[in-house]
């Protein structure tokens, strides 16, 4: 048994679920108890368990046999920021601080340390309760693969195997029926899975935020498959792929979130532009939150099992303040304040935008 001063920590998932969020508990669960002898506990539905003070105590048991089913068995909820937590107050949502009643429910359950497993909403929220007195040590989560100071998060390759397996089955059935297909992948605002499933299938025309599209260029680049023998294409949109001097195609507002805009739409865009324009048979289908389940890659739930464990030891050794992260093959960690509120978009000079380029796909913004 390690030594450490810290007894008592608590858990928590922030924000979406993506795979790979129970594989992160087990570990904490198992780390904290075997290695330090601590006790761990659950807080229930991310922020919103510390804000409504639902928590209870994680024994080993409880985590066996979840390293590989996706979700989380604590819940999530990405609305309760304890910052800015939405309440509704005669008739209509209003915004309250409720980081006082958070700092209170900790105390009230003795815990000396939290592990927040979560994106960037989340963190943003970590670094806020960090500044009134918290200690906390983050594990960055998300499918979007868009948090800053770490190589990949966890979830996102299992989010990348599921989009790519939806296009490759998309690929054959646009094939029978020479029709130019679209498939709208999520990301935010971020183009990292579309990028990654896109070049994994072979999409022939991959659109994501980072490259606004021209229309024309899209058509073009089916017209040209079309004469040249191959009777249709392929797409993979992120869903904050636009069109160059326009917005992201907003699905809807949730004014309970602290983060409102749900986007979604540019698939279905970009399927009756082309048919419009030049008359080619097309269908759009959005994959949506099926990219958030099922079971993790072994990917994700070793990169989930390391970064887990390291952030109890962060915590064990009083290290608070800390984002666990995965840089250049080495798990290491980096203070939250660096990432919060910043998000980590793809680099024009990505090699893998080059190699795409190289073997023929499109990014809508040239000609053929
Ligand atoms: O951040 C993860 C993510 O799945 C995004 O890719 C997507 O835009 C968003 O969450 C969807 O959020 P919600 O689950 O609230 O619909």
């Given amino acids: 048994m390690q030594k450490t001063n810290v007894t008592r920590i608590g858990v928590l998932t922030g924000g979406g679920d993506c795979p790979g969020l129970n594989a992160v508990i087990r570990a904490v669960v198992k780390t904290g108890i075997f290695e330090y002898g601590m006790e761990v506990v659950g807080i229930e539905d991310g922020y919103l368990g510390l804000i409504q003070d639902r928590m209870h105590a994680l024994e080993p048991q409880e985590v066996s046999n979840i390293l590989t089913v996706g979700g989380t068995i604590l819940g999530a909820c990405n609305k309760a920021n304890p910052a800015e937590y939405a309440v509704r107050e005669a008739g209509r949502w209003v915004k309250r601080d409720v980081t006082e009643e958070v700092i209170e429910h900790c105390r009230g359950r003795g815990l000396e340390a939290l592990i927040v497993i979560g994106g960037d909403g989340t963190m943003a929220g970590?670094?806020?309760l960090i500044r009134h007195g918290l200690n906390i040590v983050g594990v960055p989560k998300t499918i979007d693969n868009d948090l800053p100071e770490t190589d990949v998060t966890f979830g996102h390759d299992t989010a990348v195997a599921t989009a790519t397996e939806a296009l490759d089955k998309v690929h054959t059935t646009a094939?029978?029926?020479?029709?130019v297909m679209v498939v709208e992948v999520m990301g935010r605002y971020a183009g990292w899975l579309a990028l990654r499933a896109g070049v994994a299938s072979?999409?022939?025309?991959?659109l994501i935020p980072e490259i606004p599209f021209r229309m024309e260029a899209v058509i073009d680049k089916c017209l040209h498959r079309s004469r040249h023998g191959k009777r249709f294409t392929l797409i993979a949109a992120g869903e904050g792929a636009h069109p160059v001097g326009e917005e992201m195609i907003v699905d809807h507002v949730d004014e309970t979130s602290p983060d409102p805009i749900r986007l979604g739409?540019?698939?279905?865009?970009?399927?009756e532009e082309v048919e419009k324009r030049c008359g080619l048979e097309s269908r759009s289908i959005v994959l949506g939150h099926v990219q958030r389940g099922g079971t993790p890659t072994p990917f994700d739930r070793v990169l989930a099992t390391v970064l887990a464990h390291?952030?109890?030891?962060?915590?064990?050794a009083g290290r608070f303040g800390e984002l666990v992260v995965f840089k250049e093959g080495k798990v290491s960690s980096v203070p939250i304040e660096r990432i919060a509120g910043k998000i980590k978009t793809v680099p024009l000079d990505e090699p893998l935008l080059r190699a795409?380029?190289?073997?023929?796909t499109s990014f809508g913004d040239e000609p053929v």
């Fill in 265 to 271: 739409g540019v698939g279905r865009y970009v399927a």
């Fill in 202 to 206: 072979g999409a022939d025309v991959i």
């Fill in 356 to 360: 795409a380029r190289a073997v023929g």
């Fill in 126 to 128: 970590a670094h806020h």
């Fill in 175 to 179: 094939s029978s029926h020479h029709r």
């Fill in 310 to 316: 390291h952030a109890v030891e962060l915590a064990a």
